[in-house]
């Protein structure tokens, strides 16, 4: 898959907006060989120079794919009790890079600020959303 369609870039978008609000800076789509920006605050830039400034971390994030198989089964005796995989988050001087992947697909998104709660139950929309598309 190279290009996301439609609905599911409204659907990522909608959720991440109504879940973080004005806080949200950035919405990408990436796969294994593509992204796609789907969103982007009006204060950070246009969507062409976000997609140049954001491929460094698209490419980061790609070994998410890779980690798969440890990323889905940590809890099978390094850490008894921590349960699935939601949401990777990166912590920054000024904001936050989150990242959620099902199957081939996943979304970063940059926040100014982030509640833990919140995430967690926007990483689980997220990877519903993508799941859906996935099967």
Do not use: N
């Not at 070994?63 to 008894?80: H, L, M, Q, V």
């Not at 959620?100 to 139950?121: A, N, P, R, S």
Request: glycine share 8%.
């Amino acid at each position: 898959m190279h290009e996301i369609q439609p609905s599911l870039s409204d659907s990522l978008v909608s959720a991440c907006r109504t879940a973080v609000g004005d806080s949200l800076r950035t919405v990408i789509w990436f796969t294994p060989d593509a992204f796609e920006v789907l969103y982007v605050r009006s204060d950070i830039g246009d969507a062409a120079s976000v997609a140049r400034r954001k491929e460094q971390f698209v490419e980061s994030e790609r070994a998410g794919f890779g980690e798969s198989y440890r990323r889905d089964t940590i809890d099978a005796g390094e850490e008894p009790g921590l349960g699935d995989y939601e949401v990777t988050v990166r912590v920054f001087s000024d904001g936050f890079l989150s990242r959620v992947i099902v199957g081939e697909q996943g979304v970063l998104l940059t926040t100014d600020g982030l509640d833990v709660d919140v995430m967690e139950e926007l990483s689980v929309t997220l990877r519903r959303l993508l799941a859906d598309v996935s099967e």
